[in-house]
Each structure stands twice: as structure tokens, then as C-alpha cells.
């Protein structure tokens, strides 16, 4: 009796315990629910989110996703073919909140914006980019940035007589300024068709998105449609200030208009780290 007794209390001790180990795993998991967002292709969607964002991933490339010019916490979305199939939306934001999405195709969506609040009230709605920094302050850095002398440690890429480069990277409080160099030694001009810089996976696993984050420039400095024949341009981007996760690489693509000759610099963290602070 006794043993049947030891017996008993073990099946109960361990079942407790199991039933301790559901319970202890169920107040560490829970299920974030998609909010469902129609989108069209001739308007677009804006989501303003509290924090900064600071990953987008899409399901799918018949969505477009960017991030508004000059701010860092709203997610322009628009369709990139009419009536496309619905598909998924995740954002990831600075305090480490993950939002997810399920898009679907609608001609006229009834709500084109959404906004989410801080549980504090006393911040601004919009993260700037560069709060201390105003457009003069802007314009005379990329002025001063277009005209220094090309660092040691130049970034290029060399094909069809076209020499694209970055010949630096600079910093002044939140805003980091590419120095970049457009050079045609052939006898045709280059027309460009677009200049474009964004974040993207290092590796792509097989049968998952691509993750793809475009950085909009907030000012272009000596900003140029056609670099002649047997010239040279020198260009200076202003962008917010931003550093890079280890999947992750910076692209700056640049495409030639009507032509073939594309050509892509990819810039690591380190050399984002180790921008030149603007002195004058």
C-alpha cells in the first residue's frame, strides 16, 4: 500500500509539474494578430507608427513600401499592379514592437491612414530626421562635403567606360552625406534613369521575401539628369543617419535611362561607422 501510495504522489508531483511547464509557456507565447489593410494602386496608404521603423518586410513585390522623405516613423504602401494577391505586411519599430498586416487589393479603400499613439502624449508625432539641423544647415554641409578631396578608402565599381563610386561618407548630427562620383570616360552620354540607395538582405533563404528597404535622400546636392560624354559628376545625398544589422548591406543602384549599363556599389556597416565628421 505504501508503495502504491509513492507511486501515486510521483504521477501526481509530475503531472503538476507538467501542467507548471504549459502554464509557464503559455504566459511566454502569444499570438500577434494580422490587422487586415486594403490598399489600391492609384493612392496612397501612410501608417504612422510611434517609434521609429526600423524593418519592412513584404510578402510580396506587387507592394511597394517606403519611408515617407524626411521622417523615420511613417510607411508610405501603395500597390505595384492592380488587383494583386493578398499577401503579408511585417514592420518592426524601434521600441521592438513587431506589426503585421494582411493586404488585400481594394480600388477604394475606405481608410488611407492610420496612426498609432504613444502611450506618452508630451512627444511629437513626427520623427525627423535630423531635429537639430535645419535646410540651410543642410544645404551648406552637402555644399561643403561636394567639394573635399576624395578619402583613401574609395567604394567602385568600374563597366562600360562608367566609373560610379562613393568617394565618402560624412556626418554632422543625425544627417550622413554620401559623396558620390559619376564618371562616363566613353563617347556616349549617360542618361540616368535613377540613383537609388537601400537596405537589403545580405543572403536570401529559399521561399522567403526578400527584404528590401528603400532610404530617400532628403537633399541632393549638384543633382544632375544626363553626366556628358568624357565627364565627370560629383554628387553629394543627404539622408538621415543610420547604421546597419549584420544580415543587412546598404545598395546604391545606379540605372542608366533607355541603356544597359547598371551598375551597384554595396556599403558595409563598417564604412557607415566610420563616417568623417563635418568640420569647418
Excluded: C, W
Amino acid at each position: 500500500m505504501k508503495k502504491i501510495s509513492v507511486v501515486v504522489m510521483g504521477i501526481i508531483l509530475a503531472l503538476s509539474s507538467n501542467l507548471f511547464a504549459q502554464n509557464e509557456r503559455s504566459k511566454r507565447i502569444s499570438e500577434i494578430s494580422p490587422i487586415e489593410l486594403a490598399i489600391t494602386y492609384s493612392k496612397t496608404s501612410n501608417i504612422v507608427f510611434p517609434y521609429a521603423i526600423v524593418g519592412v518586410d513584404r510578402g510580396s513585390s506587387d507592394v511597394l513600401a517606403q519611408k515617407a522623405k524626411g521622417v523615420e516613423n511613417i510607411l508610405q504602401l501603395k500597390a505595384a499592379i492592380p488587383n494583386f494577391k493578398e499577401t503579408n505586411l511585417t514592420v518592426i519599430t524601434a521600441d521592438g514592437h513587431l506589426y503585421s498586416y494582411v493586404l488585400s487589393y481594394l480600388d477604394s479603400p475606405r481608410v488611407l491612414n492610420i496612426q498609432y499613439e504613444r502611450e506618452t502624449k508630451d512627444r511629437p508625432a513626427l520623427l525627423t530626421s535630423s531635429p537639430d539641423l535645419n535646410d540651410a544647415d543642410v544645404k551648406s554641409d552637402s555644399k561643403y562635403v561636394s567639394e573635399k578631396e576624395r578619402p583613401i578608402r574609395r567604394l567602385k565599381k568600374d563597366k562600360y567606360d562608367v566609373r560610379f563610386s562613393i568617394d565618402g561618407i560624412y556626418i554632422h548630427s543625425n544627417v550622413m552625406y554620401y559623396q558620390v562620383v559619376i564618371k562616363n570616360s566613353s563617347h556616349v552620354d549617360y542618361d540616368i534613369d535613377q540613383l537609388r540607395f537601400y537596405i537589403r538582405d545580405k543572403k536570401k533563404a529559399k521561399r522567403t521575401a526578400t527584404q528590401e528597404i528603400e532610404v530617400k535622400p532628403t537633399y541632393v546636392e549638384n543633382d544632375a539628369a544626363r553626366v556628358l560624354a568624357a565627364t565627370e559628376r560629383r554628387l553629394v545625398f543627404a539622408m538621415p543617419k543610420f547604421t546597419l544589422p549584420d544580415d543587412k548591406d546598404l545598395i546604391v543602384q545606379l540605372m542608366e535611362k533607355d541603356g544597359g549599363r547598371h551598375l551597384e556599389l554595396k556599403v558595409s556597416n563598417d564604412r557607415l561607422i566610420n563616417a568623417i565628421p563635418v568640420t569647418r
